[in-house]
């Protein structure tokens, strides 16, 4: 038990457990050893192996999985089966590496990659669905991270870290009536937090079309939609275009408003100390609807290109590439911070003459727009874009002097009220996971089912499984030791002859594969 003292009710340095519970490590309660998965390059009609994507909330998603280019003789030490565990050996989030999941049933034949950690407990001693549980426990997932290593900017966990973590044992009858009591009160709160999911996403739905009226002047219960929007072209993608509101019109954003590109980073530039450092927005802190100045960073340009590039209350803020679905995505600039400017990746959109409110604009952009910036965008690899060009074509709304500031006070007024609802709707999610870590820490702490004096003590579990595994151990090393002999003593092959001796009664010689001319 790698030295692990027990004391009267199961209290380990100061950590109290209840009698007959104990303090181990996960080696401790393992009997088979700890595996990592094998690399293997994709291949059609290969060996099916399961994809990281996996690794899904606690339980293994058998459906995701790919071919390998290996053979069924090759992939059978990796095989799972029902009641592993799978780990995540590494990732570029925190949050996600050591994530673990349970193998539910016995799958068809599908063998784990090299970015898992395979967990095998004994189910005679172990319940699964409680190393589950425990697995995703803040006692557990808080030593994790701390034993994660980065290179690279990938964290990576190992297979010692693994065994080396901190666990709390109970008996093995009172883990199923743990697992039992989590799986029935986590069912619960995974259909509320699953309506709240819903709740959620009706309100952003919501909330595009609020957007998109208050764009288009339709929002006014008593505006009359126009017969026919009619546009100056229809040269440039404009399909599509919504319903306005009768006296409003259609116009370029290159009519109405100075579209311009943000400044490119240069290496050289930032060393040198005599150029003015200053703000500078990039597109992770241009989101839908709302801008993210939670982390703004800085460069260092020369003092015309901050005069050129420096932001105005009202400007607009454009994603130029991405993902699809996110371009054109961002918000009004309204002087939050001093001499800030933005990257390249950003288009500044400033209206001229106050034709339109930059609400409204922005509002256009971030809903009725979005099926137009993906229209007209180019993907490449990874990420797609669209170039300035494109966006200064962009068709928008344009609605009559006098109705603008109460088209924009009616938009404000709904959006508030939606976005109180979605506040009360993230902090019920909240509350939720806050439940979860609390149901978590009473049920590993022996509060949420009561203790059996009849059940047998962790300790002596423990002392089972550490017997087992030692003789587990002692038959591997001893069929590794026969292997090796019996390396030692097979009779080796016959020579390949090299020279020119007479050849045996019987022997045939090869034919020369090259002739001299």
Not at 59 to 80: C, H, I, S
Not at 466 to 472: G, I, K, L, M, T
Request: with cysteine.
């Amino acid at each position: 038990m790698s030295g692990i003292k027990v004391g009267a009710g199961g209290e380990v340095g100061g950590d109290a457990l209840p009698e007959g519970w104990a303090w181990a490590t996960v080696g401790d309660v393992l009997i088979a050893p700890i595996a990592n998965g094998r690399s293997v390059r994709t291949e059609d009609g290969g060996f099916p192996v399961l994809r990281l994507t996996a690794l899904r909330s606690d339980k293994v998603d058998l459906a995701e999985r790919k071919e390998g280019e290996w053979t069924a003789d090759e992939a059978a030490p990796f095989l799972v089966r029902a009641n592993d565990f799978l780990i995540c050996r590494g990732s570029g989030s925190l949050d996600l590496v050591g994530r673990g999941a349970l193998v539910p049933e016995a799958p068809d034949p599908v063998a784990f990659p090299d970015t898992m950690i395979r967990v095998r407990v004994p189910v005679e001693y172990m319940s699964p669905r409680f190393f589950t549980r425990l697995w995703a426990s803040p006692l557990v997932r808080e030593q994790v991270e701390a034993a994660a290593r980065t290179t690279a900017g990938i964290y990576k966990v190992s297979q010692p870290a693994v065994r080396e973590l901190r666990i709390p044992v109970p008996p093995t009858a009172e883990q199923h009536r743990i697992a039992a009591a989590l799986d029935t009160r986590m069912a619960r709160l995974d259909e509320i937090e699953a309506k709240l999911s819903a709740v959620l996403n009706h309100l952003d739905v919501l909330q595009n079309s609020t957007m998109a009226a208050a764009a288009t002047g339709l929002l006014d219960p008593e505006a009359v939609p126009a017969s026919a929007p009619t546009s100056p072209d229809v040269d440039h993608g404009d399909s599509s275009l919504p319903a306005l509101a009768e006296g409003w019109s259609w116009s370029r954003l290159a009519d109405i408003a100075e579209v311009v590109g943000g400044v490119t980073k240069d290496s050289k530039r930032q060393s040198d100390e005599t150029l003015p450092e200053v703000p500078y927005l990039r597109v992770a802190n241009a989101q839908r609807a709302r801008l993210d100045l939670s982390h703004v960073t800085k460069i260092r340009v020369p003092a015309k290109t901050l005069s050129k590039l420096r932001l105005e209350n009202g400007d607009l803020l454009l994603t130029e590439g991405g993902d699809r679905d996110k371009l054109g995505r961002g918000w009004i600039w309204e002087d939050q911070i001093k001499d800030c400017i933005h990257q390249n990746h950003l288009f500044r959109a400033r209206i001229q003459h106050g034709i339109t409110q930059p609400k409204l604009l922005a509002w256009y952009t971030n809903s009725a727009a979005r099926g137009w910036f993906e229209s007209n965008s180019k993907q490449s690899v990874n990420l797609a874009s669209i170039s300035m060009s494109k966006v200064r074509n962009l068709l928008v709304p344009i609605p009559p002097q006098a109705e603008q500031f109460a088209a924009v006070a009616t938009g404000e007024r709904s959006l508030r009220h939606l976005t109180a609802l979605a506040k009360r709707t993230h902090q019920a999610r909240t509350h939720t996971a806050s439940l979860r870590r609390a149901l978590l820490a009473e049920a590993f702490s022996g509060r949420l089912v009561p203790q059996d004096p009849a059940d047998e003590p962790a300790e002596d579990l423990l002392k089972r499984i550490r017997v087992e595994r030692e003789s587990a151990e002692a038959e591997r090393k001893g069929a590794r030791k026969a292997a090796r002999s019996h390396a030692k003593t097979a009779t080796p092959a016959p020579p390949v002859r090299t020279d020119d001796t007479t050849l045996a009664d019987g022997e045939q010689t090869a034919l020369p594969l090259e002739f001299n001319s």
